[in-house]
């Protein structure tokens, strides 16, 4: 059985960091691009990064470009996402997504962030 | 470049059908192979229903079909049923956008 296991959020200051972390089960890691997408309060869905099987090809979305980091451990089957320079605009329920044929197939219970004084 | 368009609310009573439609340019939705919908619980993971405009993944119930005309594509729910309740969004995989959102009510 896919599993995506979400972990790692909280409230954090604005400007501050926050690393989220998937683990992930049930199905041969490496094989998959991987992605994070966020849902903020009363908003709907945004896709926020990608990575690549290898890890070596990274996509972002324009307003996280540069203050986050998406990256992975094939050996470790995680997945994880460095936030930085946070705003309370990326204030979100964050979701970790496995990639199928051009969709997301998979989807972790998401771990909540909140950017706030 | 701009999200899909979505209505923000639909419904239904139990038993109806129900189409949520997901409205594109020629450029995505018109031009590319990739969309797909999803059906989001609040407080849940989101759930893969349809692939490919009309590509249903296995353990999805066939009430749910997807169809593409032109820029638009379209989810409908048939025989509704209560737990259908929920926020159904589209996406276009050329440019990883959402559609806003389409809040599923049955009455």
């Known amino acids: 059985e896919v599993q995506l296991l979400e972990s790692g959020g909280g409230l954090v200051q604005p400007g501050g960091s926050l690393r989220l972390s998937c683990a992930a089960s049930?199905?041969?890691?490496?094989?998959?691009?991987m992605d994070w997408v966020r849902q903020a309060p009363g908003k709907g869905l945004e896709w926020v990064a990608s990575?690549?099987?290898?890890?070596?090809?990274?996509y972002y979305v324009d307003s996280v470009e540069g203050r986050f980091t998406i990256s992975r451990d094939n050996a470790q089957n995680s997945l994880w996402l460095q936030m930085s320079s946070l705003r309370a605009e990326d204030t979100a329920m964050y979701y970790c997504?496995?990639?199928?044929?051009?969709?997301?197939?998979?989807w972790g219970q998401g771990t909540l962030v909140t950017v706030s004084s | 470049q701009s999200a899909l368009t979505q209505p923000p609310s639909a419904s239904g009573s139990p038993g109806q059908s129900v189409t949520i439609s997901c409205t594109g340019t020629s450029s995505d939705v018109g031009d590319y192979t990739y969309v797909s919908w999803y059906q989001h619980h609040p407080g849940k993971a989101p759930k893969l229903l349809i692939s490919e405009f009309t590509m249903r993944p296995s353990g999805v119930p066939d009430r749910f079909s997807g169809s593409k005309s032109g820029n638009t594509a379209s989810l409908t729910v048939s025989g509704l049923q209560a737990e259908d309740e929920a926020d159904y969004y589209c996406?276009?995989?050329?440019?990883?956008?959402f559609g806003g959102g389409t809040k599923l009510t049955v009455l």
């Open positions: 997504a496995r990639e199928g044929r051009g969709n997301f197939d998979f």
């Open positions: 996406i276009s995989w050329k440019t990883k956008l």
């Open positions: 049930g199905f041969t890691f490496s094989n998959h691009w």
């Open positions: 990575i690549r099987q290898d890890g070596t090809t990274k």
